[in-house]
């Protein structure tokens, strides 16, 4: 059974992440969304035709966008991508929003021909600031989104700060929980040597500071083989063996299997004849 943490560590939405490339993602987007669906009910500007005018207000919206990103990642609260949880992401995806309707409610000053105090208004403010956010939260929340599997700690491991640890040149963190919910174990990604299958249980065999150790976890190696993934050089070389690629030194055998040898590790791990193609291609990836 699954469960949702929303208190739990969260990558940080790629917008926030690469604001620059952000920006120019909202403003793509902003500006298709603003001419096909003209969500303003607004015309041609003083100056511009209709399609120019929503391209200066979507402009603006997404320059906006990256100057309030840039100055909320200096402050303390929002500048900590280790401790990043989506109750933050939420909280800075609605700062940017609602500053990003304040902007367009200036912009509109200058653009629409009305005079000032018919502008200056509760209602014309609401309007900019509503539409601003219904309109701006779908390539946020198309990233928040897509990184949902992080708030999911089921029968397999979850992953923390995948993207974090990489840009900081950290190793990530697995968590990796029983099926009956009585087990639970931590390791870096590059500390797991090798996953055999024993029955109802997998073991993990991992090693840390040419330490090796043997760690065994209630569960099937299928599913532990869907959790990992997303880390490409975790690879199912047989059908009860997970190995880390990395971890490889040398193989023996032919196209009717191989024997692997691992650093620091006595123990062959087998490669299936069925697998032995996939595993030379990822053999030649990871070793060049």
């Known amino acids: 059974m699954k469960k949702i943490h929303l208190s739990a560590r969260y990558p940080q939405n790629f917008i926030l992440r690469q604001p620059v490339r952000g920006a120019l993602i909202l403003l793509l987007f902003l500006s298709v969304f603003m001419v096909l669906y003209q969500p303003f009910n607004a015309g041609e500007s003083r100056w511009f035709n209709?399609?120019?005018?929503?391209?200066?207000?979507?402009?603006?919206?997404?320059?906006?966008?990256l100057f309030i990103i840039l100055l909320l990642k200096k402050t303390r609260f929002f500048g900590q991508k280790k401790h990043w949880t989506l109750s933050r992401e939420l909280l800075f995806i609605y700062i940017v929003l609602q500053s990003m309707g304040i902007a367009l409610f200036l912009l509109g000053f200058i653009l629409e021909d009305n005079s000032a105090i018919r502008r200056w208004s509760l209602e014309t403010f609401i309007d900019s600031c509503k539409y601003a956010f219904l309109i701006g939260i779908i390539p946020f929340a198309f990233?928040?989104?897509?990184?949902?599997?992080?708030?999911v700690i089921g029968d397999?491991?979850?992953?923390?700060?995948?993207?974090?640890?990489?840009?900081?040149?950290k190793e990530a963190l697995i968590h990796v929980s029983s099926s009956l919910k009585k087990e639970s174990l931590n390791f870096r990604v590059n500390e797991l040597l090798f996953v055999s299958s024993d029955g109802n249980y997998v073991e993990f065999f991992l090693q840390n500071d040419k330490q090796a150790r043997k760690i065994?976890?209630?569960?099937?190696?299928t599913n532990i083989e869907q959790q990992f993934r997303d880390i490409p050089y975790y690879f199912r070389c047989h059908r009860a063996f997970l190995v880390n690629m990395k971890s490889v030194v040398s193989k023996k055998g032919n196209a009717l299997g191989y024997q692997l040898t691992l650093q620091d590790c006595k123990q062959k791990i087998p490669v299936s004849r069925q697998k032995v193609k996939a595993f030379d291609k990822l053999y030649g990836e990871v070793a060049s």
């Open 50 to 65: 209709f399609r120019l005018s929503m391209f200066v207000y979507a402009f603006t919206a997404s320059l906006t966008a």
């Open 216 to 221: 065994p976890i209630r569960n099937s190696i």
């Open 156 to 169: 397999g491991p979850s992953f923390l700060d995948m993207d974090e640890e990489k840009d900081d040149n």
């Open 143 to 151: 990233f928040t989104g897509s990184n949902y599997r992080y708030l």
